[in-house]
Every structure is written in structure tokens, then in C-alpha cells.
């Protein structure tokens, strides 16, 4: 079955670092796929998404790409603030129309 | 405007108790799901509506009823829970039906989410 596989958290950066938080997907096709984040306390935001191969999904300085050959969709940021310490979700849309999630990544952003 | 609102914000119910969800979104949006978040896990689909017509049911024990009454809102009724049923829950509406294929309306908007605790 369709399914979704991050890195495993937590992810402890300091501010201004580079963050990637890898993302891969096993599925029929060529799902849409998203990252959405969870700040604490909260529910999920959508932060971007990539509804076919070699789009780029970006959004408040992340970036992703679809990318079939590797079946991933990777997350990127240039330079983390602290007000980015969350978890992050990647998820694939599923043959039903529903979100398959990874299990989340935590990510610590230090001053 | 992508807001999805639920209320309460916070629940704490015996397990002899009767409450509900609420959950109501204004985008015109002909989708909504009900998902389940345990602490430190992903959000598990529970249930989903289309067109005001129950969809999906993942095999989600009786004692959590879902309801539709119009196309802005969706409930939750809740009777007789567990211990374990003690979480996060969280709607979520989609412009398209989610059977109809991919597209950019597909995209699912979360609300903050009811935090459930059963004593």
C-alpha cells in the first residue's frame, strides 16, 4: 500500500542554519504530495505542496520538489529562525483522496 | 479565507458521558474529515464526508458517531469512550470531492483541533 517515510526527529538546529528533512513515498502512480506543520499545542497548517513530478512547492522560505526517479520530496530552508521549531508532516494523497502521513519530524530551532 | 473552526477547544468527559464535536468551515468546501492524533504520532483518518454523505469509515468503533447536518458542518458525537480514546482531534475540509481525482482543490485545511481527555 501507499505509504510515507521521513527522517526520524528530532532535528535540533541553530538559528540561521540549513535544513533539510528528507521525505520519501512508496505509492501507485504519481500522488500529490504535501508538508504540513503542527507548532505546539496546535493543529496541522498546510505549508506547501507539489501535485506532479519536478513541480516545486515553496511557501515562507521552504522549498520541496517532486521527485519521481527518487520517489521523494524533500524539504529545504536556507535559514531556520527559532520561530520555526515544530513538527513537520510529510503526506502523500491516497487512492481514496485521503492523506497518508509520515510519522513527523520534530525540529528544534536554538538562538 | 481557509479557516476551519472547531469547538470545544479543550474536553474532559467520564466514560459514562455524552458529548459532541463540533467542527464548521466557510469555503464552500464539499468535503470534511474527522482525524484522530495521539500524542507523538501522525493524524489517523477516521471518517469522511462528501456531499453532506458519509464516504469513508475506518473502521472507527461505534461509540464515535459522525454527523453532517449541512455542508458548512460536521459532529462528532461521543458516548461511552475509553481511556485510550483520550487525544487529538482534528477536521478538515477540502474543496473537491476526494474521490474525483487528483487536482489543486484537493487540498485538505485543517482546524486547531479538540484535545479529548477521558477519565
Known amino acids: 500500500g501507499d505509504s510515507v517515510t521521513q527522517m526520524e526527529g528530532p532535528v535540533t538546529l541553530s538559528e540561521e542554519a540549513f535544513l533539510t528533512i528528507n521525505c520519501t513515498y512508496t505509492a501507485t502512480g504519481y500522488p500529490s504530495l504535501f508538508w504540513y506543520v503542527q507548532y505546539p499545542g496546535e493543529g496541522l497548517q498546510l505549508l506547501l505542496k507539489a501535485t506532479k513530478a519536478d513541480d516545486k512547492g515553496s511557501n515562507k522560505g521552504f522549498e520541496a520538489t517532486y521527485r519521481k526517479e527518487t520517489t521523494s520530496f524533500h524539504l529545504e530552508k536556507g535559514s531556520v529562525q527559532v520561530s520555526d521549531s515544530a513538527v513537520y508532516f510529510c503526506a502523500l494523497r491516497g487512492s481514496q483522496g485521503n492523506l497518508i502521513f509520515g510519522k513527523g519530524t520534530k525540529l528544534s530551532v536554538k538562538p | 479565507d481557509t479557516e476551519v473552526t472547531q469547538t470545544p477547544k479543550h474536553l474532559v468527559m467520564g466514560m459514562t458521558n455524552k458529548k459532541s464535536l463540533k467542527c464548521e468551515q466557510h469555503?464552500?468546501?464539499?468535503?470534511m474529515y474527522w482525524y484522530k492524533q495521539k500524542a507523538k504520532k501522525p493524524p489517523e483518518l477516521m471518517f469522511v464526508?462528501?456531499?453532506?454523505?458519509?464516504?469513508i469509515n475506518e473502521s472507527v468503533p461505534s461509540r464515535f458517531s459522525p454527523e453532517c447536518p449541512n455542508s458548512s458542518l460536521l459532529n462528532l458525537h461521543l458516548h461511552a469512550l475509553q481511556p485510550e480514546d483520550s487525544a487529538l482531534y482534528l477536521c478538515?475540509?477540502?474543496?473537491?470531492?476526494?474521490?474525483?481525482?487528483?487536482?489543486?482543490?484537493?487540498?485538505?485545511?485543517f482546524g486547531p483541533g479538540t484535545r479529548l481527555l477521558v477519565l
Open positions: 464526508y462528501s456531499y453532506e454523505k458519509l464516504s
Open positions: 469555503m464552500g468546501h464539499r468535503a
Open positions: 478538515a475540509s477540502s474543496h473537491r470531492d476526494p474521490l474525483s481525482g487528483q487536482g489543486p482543490q484537493e487540498t485538505q485545511y
